[in-house]
């Protein structure tokens, strides 16, 4: 299983949308599941864990407000270093 939470929990953020489908909150838990099982059938398995893991960023950032300008950077180019500022 797969999971994602912010903490403290950002009011709305239990209902903001996350893909793949297959994804879904737990009230219980207070969190973001994945089945292992929904990213390995996947036709692209890795593909479908980064729209978990970005989907569930943005529900957080978004719920919390927080300064996502700030924060991100672009997605860089494996084994090189991004030039920081």
Known sequence: ???SYAYPAPDGFAERP?????AH???TLGEF????EAVRQSPDPEEA????????YEAAAEAAGWDRKSLECNFGT???PRTVS
């Open 49 to 56: 864990l980064m729209r978990f893991l970005q989907s569930s």
């Open 33 to 36: 599941l994945l089945p292992y």
């Open 1 to 3: 299983m797969f999971y």
């Open 78 to 80: 494996p084994r090189v």
């Open 25 to 27: 909150f737990d009230p």
């Open 18 to 22: 996350v893909a793949p489908a297959a």
